[in-house]
Structures are given as structure tokens and as C-alpha cells.
């Protein structure tokens, strides 16, 4: 008799392999769009995050600044102190360059925060509304439904003006950036709501929600671990683009004056600046900013564009 030959064992392959062959990361592989949107999103998010590692100076440090460095030309030697400034600097003497990096620190934590509190909003209430029904639902809605009817511009600097109107003067500054991410985040959440409930409708007919009542579970319990799970691929893809718009609501507030405080400038607190010394000739001080803040909310955009696609089934 001769010996069976000993089968191989197979292994399983890794979770990176496995991600890196499946439709998603194929579909990412074939789409320039989102390799160069991701790239441009992940090099002006890790630019924020080590802007004090980068960035040549502190822009926001007072006794690192040289008021005879205002307004020097990018490239160009400063004509008193023969300094030389990549981006320029604005009329205070600060690196534009620097302050870039800095004031992109303060529109990403609001976007980010501002998105993360709408999306645990609208989450729970879409959940509710679309579990419990009835006149919790009615009600919900019909709120989301006169949100709906005003720009969320307008509702975020409602919300900003009442909250900021109510905290003591003393502590306005220190809480201008919490006060901007409760507004920007009440004026969004009505999107994560209305999404989650309609999957909300469909998910909690299924089978497997009928199995967990008859086991016992109770209706919060169900929620968060049932149906909440099956509802969340449209929800980040909602989150995504909500990104883009809640760091575009930022800049927009900071330029109007009701955002961030002079003393944490964001990126519309730049702008707004530079656009007093536009037709003075200092063109760099609104340029860079400005551009900065277009890339930042195009890559994220489109970014979010293809997510939404690469996950819709319809479009597979």
C-alpha cells in the first residue's frame, strides 16, 4: 500500500488581501477620479494634523511675528529685513503658508465634529421615527420637514446667533468653535434622518427583526444591533459629502464674521481677510486661502460622488 499523499492545508487569505480583491478596492483601482481625490483629502488632512511640524513658523505666536514682514510677495526678499517667504505673508507679518496649515486645522475639526454630532442626531431620530412610528414619527418629521423649507446657511447662523447671544462675553471666544459646531450640525441633520428612516421602514419587517422580538429583545436593543448595522452604508456616504458642505458652512460663516474668532482663524477667517487687500494689490493673502479651501472641498466632493456610486447595487 502506498501513503496517501497529505493535503495541503489552504490558508485563509488575509483581510487585507481579501479587502484589496473585492469589487470596492477593484472599482477604486479603476477610477482616477477618487485615487486623486483621496490623495489630495489625505494630504491636506495629515498637512492639518502636523502643521506644527511643518509649518515654518507659528503664525498665532505674537512674539514670533515681524510686523516689517507685512505684505511681502511670495518669493520675493522682504525689503527691510531680507526675509524670504514661500506664500508670501499677510499685513501682520504672519507666513501665509503657515497660516494655512493652521487655519486648515480649525475648518476640518469643525467639519468633522459638525458632521459626527448631525450624524448621532439624525441617526437616533431616524431610527425612532422609523421603529416606533406614530406620532413620534409624525413629529419628528414634520420638523425635518420645516427645516427643510430654509437654507441651512441661514438655520446655522440662526442657531450660532441665538447660542453665542446666550453664553456669557467673557467665555464667547473660548466657545465660538463648540457654539459653530452645534449649529452647522443642527442645520445637517435632517439628510442622516430621512435616510435612516426610510431604511429604518424596510429593515424592520425583515425576518430578522420579527426572530429578535419573538426571542425578547427589546425595541432600543434591537435598534442599535440589528438594524442599525444595515442602515449605515448610505449613512456614510451622506456623511461624506456632508463633509465638503459643513467645511464650505464654516468658511462661509467665519467670512461673513459669525465663525471662528480672530484669535483661532479657520480658513474663511483668511479669506475674509485677504479680501481687504484684494484690489490693493496683496492678490496672495485671498489666493491661497482660497485655493486651499476649493481643494479641500472638491476632493472630499468627489470623493464622496464616488463612494456613493461604488456602493449603490444599482450601479454594480
Do not use: C
Not at 459653530?180 to 430578522?208: H, M
Amino acid at each position: 500500500m502506498t501513503d496517501a499523499p497529505i493535503p495541503t492545508p489552504v490558508k485563509n487569505p488575509s483581510r487585507l488581501k481579501t479587502f484589496w480583491e473585492s469589487d470596492f478596492a477593484y472599482a477604486f483601482r479603476r477610477s482616477p477620479v477618487a485615487i486623486v481625490s483621496f490623495a489630495v483629502t489625505v494630504l491636506l488632512i495629515l498637512s492639518a494634523v502636523f502643521a506644527p511640524l511643518i509649518a515654518p513658523y507659528n503664525p498665532f505666536d505674537p512674539a514670533s511675528l515681524n510686523l516689517m514682514n507685512g505684505f511681502t510677495p511670495p518669493g520675493e526678499p522682504n525689503a527691510f529685513t531680507g526675509d524670504q517667504f514661500m506664500l508670501g505673508t499677510d499685513d501682520q507679518g504672519r507666513d501665509v503658508f503657515s497660516t494655512i496649515l493652521y487655519g486648515m486645522r480649525i475648518s476640518l475639526f469643525v467639519g468633522f465634529a459638525a458632521v459626527l454630532f448631525a450624524m448621532v442626531l439624525g441617526i437616533s431620530l431616524g431610527l425612532l421615527a422609523g421603529y416606533i412610528g406614530g406620532w413620534t414619527e409624525t413629529i419628528i418629521m414634520r420638523i425635518a420637514d420645516v427645516q427643510l423649507t430654509f437654507p441651512s446657511i441661514l438655520v446655522a447662523m440662526l442657531i450660532f446667533g441665538i447660542a453665542k447671544g446666550v453664553t456669557p462675553v467673557e467665555y464667547r471666544d473660548q466657545m465660538a468653535i463648540w457654539v459653530l459646531i452645534i449649529a452647522i450640525g443642527l442645520s445637517d441633520w435632517v439628510q442622516f434622518a430621512r435616510v435612516v428612516r426610510g431604511a429604518t421602514l424596510v429593515e424592520k419587517n425583515k425576518e430578522y427583526v420579527q426572530a429578535a422580538k419573538l426571542i425578547g429583545r427589546s425595541g432600543p436593543a434591537i435598534m442599535m444591533r440589528h438594524i442599525l448595522p444595515n442602515v449605515l452604508s448610505p449613512v456614510l456616504v451622506i456623511a461624506t459629502i456632508s463633509l465638503a458642505l459643513a467645511i464650505i458652512a464654516e468658511a462661509t460663516l467665519s467670512f461673513l464674521g459669525v465663525g471662528a474668532p480672530p484669535t483661532q482663524p479657520s480658513l474663511g477667517t483668511l479669506i475674509r481677510i485677504g479680501q481687504g487687500f484684494l484690489f490693493s494689490g496683496e492678490w496672495w493673502i485671498l489666493f491661497f486661502p482660497a485655493m486651499t479651501l476649493l481643494a479641500l472641498a472638491l476632493s472630499v466632493n468627489l470623493l464622496g460622488d464616488w463612494l456613493r456610486d461604488a456602493l449603490n447595487p444599482k450601479l454594480r
